[in-house]
């Protein structure tokens, strides 16, 4: 920061006191939720998953966990 700009800073603090930089009360501070998850019982393997509910296809019931998934794809190949 040069001395011009530090002058300009303080000019602008002094008339008005919430300026704080570009940086300052400007930047809106976005938190992103956490994602909500379902327990979900997986329609192959019975177990209980913790499911993003985005991830959840329309009919629950019908929920294969990736471990199934995965058990799937290797038989097929
Ligand atoms: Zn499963």
Redesign the pocket.
Known sequence: MGRNDRERFLQLQKENPDYVGFRGNNTVVTRTPPPTTETVV?S??Q?K?NVASDSLPEDVRSY??L??QEDAANDAG
């Open positions: 997986c192959v393997c177990r998953r294969v966990c471990q199934c």
